[in-house]
């Protein structure tokens, strides 16, 4: 196989990857109604800092027109928000080239089978480790981002109304439900046997609860938790406002095809490595506590992640919990 010929290997890799990620994220963006939004940016350092005008607390006052006296001021305040960088990357891939010559096959076939799994698998763990830092921090928050269904029972729409109160007057900005698919057959169950159809199943790709918020369904393991019980597991749903958590790539993927000798069969192997930035709407990551480059674990530390907005209607959304 000439080198040519894995200089091709290696093109169809990349551009594989660039093509099946542009298209789900363009799908993922539309399907979530804006509330997890995937987008590209060039972020430099460990932490992109950014920062917006904090909601202004006793704005308005009572005036009495026949009195006379000093007026206490209020400051015009800018919240510090940051967003992490996360570092992510391949195993070598490791491949024989007479596996090629031997079928008499073109490199570009196994490039694109790399690039396709290794996109998607950008695109899972994307979504992976912002809905493990959108619940940890909801959670961490308490009662105010987070509602319990009573008795450790299944998912209701009536428990999902009772998370979404938690934003009060402004619950319509809840846009979208992310779940698991568990608590959504929970709800599913109930709807099969309930006379007023809430539900509807025209379209089972996207369900909506009766507000005209969507569900997003996915089996992410930063959904659920197992508990002390070994039969029991929590679920959380996660009510997400628009832009509620913003995932940037940093355009920074590398990667490197490499001839290995001293075996049996001449050896190439393929790694690549990339990051991306990481933020949640009214929360900023804890530069200290959280530190640079963030393992899985600490991405799904609830401490890390402060709450910057004075009210949680100005957040990313809310958690409820179920079983």
Known sequence: ??????????????????????????????ASNGTITLTTNRNRGDFAHYS??????????????YASGAVSSVALAMLQNASVKIAAGTPPIAFNPSQFTWIQEQPELAGVVIGEQVAIGQFQ???????KAARAAFVNVGSAASYNVPSQGALTLNGLNRG????GDRAQNIRAWVLHS???????????????RLFTFGDVRVLEDGFGRRFIVTDSS???GSVTSPDVTDYYTLGLVENAIVVEDNGDFFSNLQTVNGDENITRSWQGEWTYNLA?????????????????????TGTNWDKTAADIKNTAGVAVRSR
């Open 1 to 30: 196989m000439a080198l040519s010929n894995m200089v091709v290997f290696d093109d169809f890799v990349q551009r594989t990857i660039t093509e099946v990620i542009a298209q789900q994220v363009d799908l993922f963006n539309a």
């Open 52 to 65: 917006q005008f904090a909601e202004i607390t006793g704005l308005i006052r009572r005036r009495d027109v």
């Open 125 to 131: 763990d994307m979504l992976n480790a912002a809905l």
């Open 164 to 167: 979404a109160q938690k934003f």
């Open 182 to 196: 568990t608590p959504l057959h929970d709800m599913f169950d109930q709807s099969l046997t309930n006379t007023n």
């Open 222 to 224: 930063s959904l659920y």
């Open 280 to 300: 949640l709407k009214g929360y900023t990551w804890d530069t200290t506590s959280g530190g640079k480059s963030p393992t899985d674990a600490e991405i799904g």
